[in-house]
């Protein structure tokens, strides 16, 4: 009788160990999942950056001058005097802060997001990234010539670092978290779910494979969905309806692209000699600072437009045909504006300075190609609008990205043709003429031999330490419950010795599952497979590429010198490190 009811008790716990069994098996998230779910989380985190960095900015545009409007406007309103001072005294503050903040960021320099994912280990420091997010405030909020997707994309980035950081990710995860964070930050400052994605995937990662792009689309996504719930969701400019009046009109708009992929590197070279110029004076950085406030202050004398990114020109432009005179001044007082702001070293991004630009080029280019010829071209504000694409494709070197954000922006899918055209050919352009992305100086000079990371990085670098394992003694139901706690295919067997012995694979316990008697007597020397493959910690990637080329699991084991188990390597993150990097 008794034994009886121990038989039928073991039947009892076995079938719920089976049934948490399947229920791990199906319901637990891999590591897929899991990447998935962060990169979700983080995507919500960051879309929240673009609503607190604009209030900053308000904030500190009415500490400055009282107006509530766009910069551009609030400086028209302004008296001739207090447009001089308040880029200058915004300059001043803003170069105290990054001159003090040294002491409270402890010297440690702020890592550049780009190169946290590209070449570092994804780590961004907390400190002196907010002196600079701060020193951004005052330089943007003063009316500086710069944009303001730098700063709120860092700070996008610098939350998800923290995160993955908190949440023990491996390197080459925490370095795709962060690329999430930078697309998050992207998408949620322009209204482009799809443009963010693109952005970090074609500049900053150079790879749009599903390993690292489902996870920055879904950031992207939520991000927008968060930004757009305390911004609103409307297109980021307002444009008249686009139409190409004949097909003959896409000559013209491939001679646009001509003329911006000729003009970026020129203006790349601008801002590089800004930066030289300004870099040589032997003064702290808040004298550089607040003598490229001034020169900010002293254009908008002239044409206040200057001030800001220039998000309101540009509306201006792609609603009204402005006279090229108009626009030629703008045009050249604003690149004096952002050369000042830039080269001083003021905190932010020329994202928008650079759309700004090219819609000038384009409305310039469109006038007398209207004129000429009026029946069949469209009017000069939709090659101002095109102009925008073809200019930021040339700058960055990115044409796809350049196409989706424009259109994005727009939501106008008859701008599709031209823009395609225009931006693949400003890019064939700008790379004839030896430009190069205006993002190239984010990543430090470095070998190419230090960016390929298939002979560099070893297995240590990548490992996790102290895999799920198990003696080879162990009874059978612990090996069901170490499955069960950890969603793996594959159980590593260690003798008494931390040796490793083998695997015991995920299908060979099913039988013992059936049979109570069987899984009763049952250890895992039993269900052992001992020919399985292994790698060192001082393989280098091609080597255990090598191994998973003819091992359908996720996961290898680490083995020192005297084969004992010491860690395990995923084929996700050897994907992932790949990714993200370029040869």
Not at 215 to 225: F, N, Q
């Amino acid at each position: 009788m008794a034994r009886r009811f121990l038989t039928r008790l073991l039947r009892a716990r076995l079938w719920v160990l089976r049934l948490r069994l399947w229920v791990s098996e199906r319901l637990r998230p891999g590591e897929a999942e899991v990447t998935l779910f962060w990169a979700a989380l983080i995507g919500a985190l960051g879309g929240l950056a673009s609503p607190l960095f604009r209030a900053g900015i308000h904030g500190v545009k009415y500490l400055f001058t009282g107006g509530t409007g766009s910069l551009a406007e609030v400086a028209a309103s302004l008296g001739p005097w207090q447009r001089v001072m308040v880029p200058t005294a915004g300059g001043l503050l803003a170069g105290l802060v990054l001159h003090f903040g040294v002491h409270f960021a402890r010297g440690k320099k702020s890592r550049d997001y780009m190169e946290a994912v590209t070449l570092g280990d994804g780590v961004i420091r907390s400190r002196p990234t907010l002196v600079r997010v701060v020193s951004s405030l005052f330089s943007i909020g003063s009316g500086g010539s710069i944009g303001r997707e730098g700063p709120q994309v860092q700070l996008a980035a610098l939350i998800a670092s923290t995160v993955g950081r908190w949440a023990e990710m491996p390197r080459p995860r925490l370095r795709l978290l962060v690329a999430c964070g930078a697309a998050a930050g992207i998408a949620s400052a322009y209204n482009a779910p799809i443009g963010g994605a693109l952005f970090v995937g074609e500049i900053v990662l150079g790879s749009i494979a599903m390993q690292t792009f489902g996870p920055l689309i879904l950031s992207s996504v939520l991000a927008t969905v968060v930004a757009r719930i305390f911004l609103g969701g409307e297109p980021l400019f307002e444009v008249p309806r686009f139409h190409l009046v004949t097909y003959w009109e896409l000559a013209p708009y491939l001679g646009l692209g001509l003329v911006a992929g000729a003009f970026a590197p020129w203006f790349l070279r601008l801002l590089e000699s800004a930066s030289s110029f300004f870099a040589s004076w032997p003064v702290p950085v808040f004298v550089r600072m607040t003598a490229g406030g001034l020169v900010v202050g002293l254009l908008s004398l002239k044409v206040p437009d200057v001030w800001g990114n220039g998000d309101s020109a540009v509306s201006a432009i792609l609603s009204t045909n402005l006279v090229w005179t108009a626009l030629l001044t703008l045009l050249a007082f604003k690149l004096l504006a952002t050369a000042a702001t830039v080269g001083s070293g003021a905190v932010g991004g020329v994202f928008t300075p650079t759309l700004l630009v090219g819609g000038i080029m384009g409305g310039l280019f469109g006038i007398p190609v209207h004129e000429a010829f009026p029946l069949v071209t469209a009017e000069p504000n939709a090659y101002a609008l095109v102009g925008m694409g073809a200019m930021l494709a040339a700058t960055t070197l990115a044409p796809l990205t350049a196409i989706v954000i424009l259109f994005e922006m727009t939501l106008d899918y008859d701008i599709v043709l031209p823009l395609m055209l225009a931006c693949v050919t400003a890019y064939t352009a700008a790379r004839a003429f030896g430009g190069r992305s205006i993002y190239a100086g984010a990543l430090p000079s470095l070998p190419p031999s230090s960016i390929t990371p298939i002979d560099t990085i070893l297995v240590r670098d990548l490992m996790r330490a102290d895999p799920p394992r198990i003696e080879e003694n162990a009874r059978f139901q612990t090996i069901v419950e170490t499955f069960v706690t950890h969603r793996h295919h594959n159980l590593y067997v260690v003798g008494r010795d931390g040796r490793f012995r083998g695997v015991i694979p995920l299908h060979e316990i099913k039988p013992f599952l059936n049979d109570p008697e069987l899984g009763k007597l049952a250890i895992a020397q039993d269900v052992l497979r001992e020919e399985f493959p292994s790698v060192r910690p001082d393989s280098t990637l091609r080597e255990t590429l090598q191994r998973f080329e003819g091992h359908t699991g996720e996961r290898l084991p680490v083995v020192d010198e005297h084969h004992v188990l010491v860690g395990s390597i995923s084929k996700s993150d050897l994907l992932l490190t790949l990714a993200g990097n370029r040869p």
